[in-house]
C-alpha cells in the first residue's frame, strides 16, 4: 500500500503562532509545536476566543487562555499562519499539457 502524502505543509509553521478554527465555530490562537497525517495538532501558549452568547458568529474581545492543548483534527476546519499567506497551486486540478 502506499503511503498518502499530505497536501497540508505545516512543517513549515512550526514553532510560530497560528489561528485554528473548528466545526461550531471556536476559534484559537497558539503556538503550533506538532501535529501528525490526521491533522491533530498541539499549540502551545493558546488563547481561545470567546463568542458573544447573543450572537453565536460574532467573536467578543474576551479570551480565555487554555495553555498547552491538542486539537483534534476531524474538528478542525481551518489552519491560517499569522506572519501572513501565499498563494498555493491547487493540487486538484490536472497539469495541461
Known amino acids: 500500500m502506499a503511503k498518502k502524502e499530505s497536501i497540508l505543509e505545516l512543517e513549515k509553521y512550526i514553532d510560530k503562532e497560528v489561528n485554528v478554527k473548528f466545526q461550531g465555530g471556536r476559534e484559537v490562537r ?3 509545536k506538532g501535529f501528525d497525517q490526521l491533522v491533530n495538532v498541539v499549540l ?3 488563547v481561545e ?5 447573543n450572537d453565536p458568529y460574532r467573536l467578543t ?3 480565555r487562555k487554555l495553555g498547552l ?3 483534534r ?3 478542525v476546519s481551518l489552519i491560517l499562519p499569522m ?3 501565499q498563494e498555493i497551486a491547487n493540487p486538484f486540478i ?3 499539457e
Open 30 to 32: 497558539g503556538v503550533l
Open 44 to 46: 502551545d501558549d493558546c
Open 49 to 53: 476566543f470567546l463568542r458573544d452568547p
Open 61 to 63: 474581545d474576551q479570551t
Open 69 to 71: 492543548v491538542v486539537c
Open 73 to 75: 483534527g476531524l474538528q
Open 83 to 85: 506572519d501572513g499567506m
Open 94 to 96: 490536472a497539469p495541461e
